[in-house]
């Protein structure tokens, strides 16, 4: 186990555990009493045994003893199993309990992390910790309740009955011989484990060389490479090889080291036994009794070095979904309680300064966006758009400076009230695999029909929808692979005004799409930002020349700001954008 997972004090687990104590109490209780008549069940046969001994002849139907002794007998057979299932009644709903408990949590505590957080995690990652750690929490409680706990009680019963039956050596013996079997299976099977991981890796790199060669094959032969190809993945299987071999044979070595103190043990008490029932001491019955104790816990046993393995796996598992739980979440949502009374739009950015982890990407910008206005942000490629857009839709604080919302700070402004004054277009808009409508209403889930009606319009929709046989109810594939780009885009303009923002950003919303398509967007554009402040980033310049004002963005500050005529006569960085993009258009 990698000792940093010992940071993570899994403390925290108690209070999942808190809410089911009654469950547990029973299930613990059951687990007992199963285990007092699993270790009194072997009593009765001997008892049986003693009986059949010494009343050879006697008749079964009429014999009070030996029918009570029967009865007995079979009550304890059945004691231990209908105990069983008690116990695993009353564990189930602690087991899943938690379990679900601990996934609702986590789900929680995810939407919560800051996107950076999220755009460090490798994608698939994040769910397979979480899956790995929950399913962990069940098998660990499997294990001590039906295998550790039990196994570790009938030990101390047997060794106390049988130190209350017998001459103290008896019990002192079977304990003796079951934990030397434990620490044996536990230690070896380490051992062993080494080599199997050293086959399994050996196995997978071996096959991965084979299916990059027959991948890139062509590129194989083109180099005369076969030999070389050839060689490594020999050596990799020889590797292989060896672990294996070394695997299986220290397992052999295992199970006779397994035997071999069982047999010692056995051994030594029947010794013992055979000379005391010899003298008359003990009988047949005692014999039956102290062997079956040694067989009947080494059977449970025999599966530790599994289950020990199984539980080291799972505490890391365990510690590593865990580091979520103690990542930091974010501040952002307990801090803003501030509601604007009547939101007007106006937007501004004061000396602020950004970096990603020490990389620059704001460095003192400012700018003042007038409510109600149509502006654009344009400037070179990594200037720092798209981070103002990041910066105001809260998903990063500034390291200096400030965001204001009609001269609000946007972080004291209330979150219910801020994402419905806002609304963004980005450039490649994730939908729902769901249908339109509820894509729409993704936007305002209280949305009424006309509103979406509206939204739908807003957006240049109305004769896509006409067309679909489905309408709004057209499901549109895993993240809207069912319709084309430009559809796309509008379904996400229409879910950015249905819920009617005093500010409407679009970041490069266009860039992904053919002329035409751009053309119906910006359409939609133009329709939807009237009454509101709209804000358009965009590296297409003859999208944005109408603008009320332009901002002309370069290495994280603002380098002039205009109508486009203005921005063109003062003949700065603009102007040149401009020619630019001009001659890149002529040439198409
Ligand atoms: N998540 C990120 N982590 C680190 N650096 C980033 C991240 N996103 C953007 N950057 C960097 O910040 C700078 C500004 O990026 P961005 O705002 O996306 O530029 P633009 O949208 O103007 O092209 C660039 O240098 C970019 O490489
Ligand atoms: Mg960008």
Excluded at 447 to 476: M, W
Excluded at 549 to 576: C, M, P, Q, W
């Amino acid at each position: 186990m990698n000792s940093n997972h010992q940071d993570y004090n899994l403390s925290y687990l108690k209070r999942y555990f808190q809410q089911y104590v009654p469950h547990i109490v029973l299930t613990i209780l059951f687990l007992i009493v199963s285990r007092v008549a699993a270790t009194a069940e072997p009593y009765f046969l001997k008892r049986i045994i003693d009986f059949i001994t010494q009343n050879q002849g006697a008749a079964l139907a009429n014999n009070q003893e030996i029918i009570a002794l029967l009865g007995i007998y079979f009550l304890t057979r059945t004691g231990a199993f209908i105990f069983d299932f008690l116990r695993d009644y009353f564990l189930a709903p602690v087991q899943m309990g938690v379990g679900r408990d601990v996934a609702r949590d986590l789900f929680q505590k995810l939407l919560r992390l800051p996107i950076s957080y999220h755009h460090d995690q490798k994608t698939g990652s994040l769910a397979r910790r979480i899956a790995r750690g929950a399913q962990s929490i069940n098998f660990l409680l499997d294990f001590a309740v039906i295998n550790i706990l039990p196994t570790l009680l009938e030990l101390l019963f047997v060794t106390g009955f049988l130190i209350y039956l017998y001459p103290v050596r008896y019990g002192v013996i079977t304990f003796l011989t079951v934990v030397l079997y434990a620490i044996f299976t536990v230690l070896t099977t380490e051992i062993r484990q080494k080599y199997r991981l050293a086959a399994n890796v050996a196995d997978d790199e071996a096959s991965g060389i084979q299916i990059e060669t027959v991948y890139n094959i062509e590129t194989v032969k083109i180099f005369g490479n076969e030999q070389m190809q050839q060689q490594r993945f020999a050596d990799k299987i020889k590797e292989w090889f060896w672990a294996s071999v070394r695997s299986n044979q220290l397992f052999a070595a295992i199970s006779a080291g397994q035997s071999l103190i069982l047999t010692i043990g056995f051994g030594v008490i029947i010794y013992f036994a055979i000379s005391e029932a010899l003298a008359g001491v003990l009988t047949i019955g005692d014999l039956v009794l102290l062997t079956t104790y040694v067989v009947r816990l080494a059977v449970p046993i025999s599966a530790l070095g599994f289950v020990y393995r199984r539980i080291k796996d799972g505490i890391t598992d365990l510690s590593e979904m865990s580091k979520i739980f103690y990542e930091q979440a974010d501040s952002i949502e307990a801090i803003g309680n501030y509601t604007l009374d009547k939101p007007r739009g106006q937007v501004s950015f004061r000396h602020v300064e950004f970096d990603y982890k020490s990389r620059p990407a704001l460095r003192g910008l400012t700018l003042d966006i007038p409510a109600g206005k149509r502006v654009a942000i344009v400037g070179p490629s990594g200037a720092g758009k798209s981070t103002i857009v990041r910066l105001l839709f809260r998903l990063y604080r500034p390291k200096q400076g400030s965001v204001c919302i009609d001269e609000v700070s946007i972080f004291d402004i209330k979150k219910d009230q801020y994402y419905d004054i806002i609304a963004l277009v980005p450039q490649e808009s994730m939908l729902f695999n769901d249908t339109i409508e509820q894509n729409i209403r993704f936007g305002k889930p209280e949305a009424s029909q006309k509103e979406i009606e509206d939204a739908v319009r807003l957006a240049n929709l109305t004769d896509l929808i006409k067309r679909l046989p489905d309408g709004l109810n057209t499901v549109v594939g895993e993240r809207g692979v069912k319709l084309s780009g430009g559809e796309k885009q509008r379904v996400a303009i229409a879910r950015a005004v249905v819920k009617q923002p005093k500010i409407l950003v679009f970041d490069e919303a266009t860039s992904n799409l053919d002329a035409e398509a751009e053309q119906e967007i910006i359409g939609a554009i133009r329709k939807a930002s009237a009454g509101r402040t709209t804000i358009s980033i965009a590296h297409r310049l003859s999208t944005i020349i109408d603008s009320d004002i332009i901002f002309v963005i370069d290495k994280g500050k603002l380098v002039e700001s205009g109508t486009h005529k203005e921005l063109l006569e003062s003949n700065g960085l603009y102007a040149r954008l401009w020619a630019t993009y001009q001659r890149i258009h002529q040439t198409i």
